[in-house]
Structure formats: structure tokens, C-alpha cells
């Protein structure tokens, strides 16, 4: 499994809004994510920071966006700092430190 973490910026008084429309994700959206092989994608907030934490089962394949997420990207603009564009600025979080259960020594 391939993990990925960014940062992105909500702009001031978009948090509800950025929230709503999440609550409202679009059908084709998380089919797209599906296609693509992401398992687990969540979006944290804290003030006007987003953490964003996405599992994927396969490494990402770096070619054109998806016109679907082009659109989203469009329409979540207004919320959010983004390129010109429209897509989110997101920063790359380096992994320092990981603590899998599943990986400890088992008694025997």
C-alpha cells in the first residue's frame, strides 16, 4: 500500500462550506478514487489547515487529472488556496515516525 500526505489551506470563514460540500461529495468523484486505487482518504481539519491522509493500493501513475477532478478542483476554488489553475496547493508531509500493531513479535 502507498501512503500520501499533504497539507492544503482553507481560506478564512470557508470551514463550514468546505465541510458542506464534502458531506455532499459528488457520486463520480469517489468512483474516480475507487478507479483509482485509493482505499482509505481522509481530510482532517484544524483551524484553516487540512491534513490530508490518502491509502492507495497502487503507486500514483503522474499523468493529466481525471476532467472529474478537474471539475471539483474548480469548485472548491473559492475555499481554498490554490494554483491558477484551480488546483489546491498541497505540501508534501514526510513520514518520521510509523507504529503498526500488526507488526510486533508475537509470544509464543
Not at 3 to 30: F, Q, S
Not at 43 to 67: G, K, N, Y
Not at 68 to 77: D, K, P, T
Request: aromatic content about 8%; overall charge negative; charged content about 30%.
Amino acid at each position: 500500500m502507498n501512503r500520501r500526505v499533504w497539507l492544503m489551506t482553507l481560506k478564512p470563514g470557508c470551514e463550514a462550506e468546505y465541510k458542506a460540500r464534502h458531506d455532499a461529495i459528488w457520486p463520480e468523484l469517489l468512483d474516480l478514487m475507487a478507479a483509482n486505487g485509493i482505499r482509505d482518504f481522509t481530510i482532517h481539519r484544524h483551524d484553516l489547515m487540512l491534513i490530508a491522509v490518502q491509502d492507495r493500493d497502487m503507486p500514483q501513475v503522474t499523468s493529466e487529472p481525471d476532467p472529474v477532478q478537474w471539475r471539483w478542483w474548480a469548485a472548491m476554488e473559492s475555499l481554498m488556496e490554490c494554483h491558477p489553475d484551480t488546483r489546491p496547493i498541497q505540501i508534501e508531509v514526510e513520514d518520521v515516525f510509523a507504529f503498526h500493531s500488526d507488526k510486533l513479535a508475537k509470544e509464543p
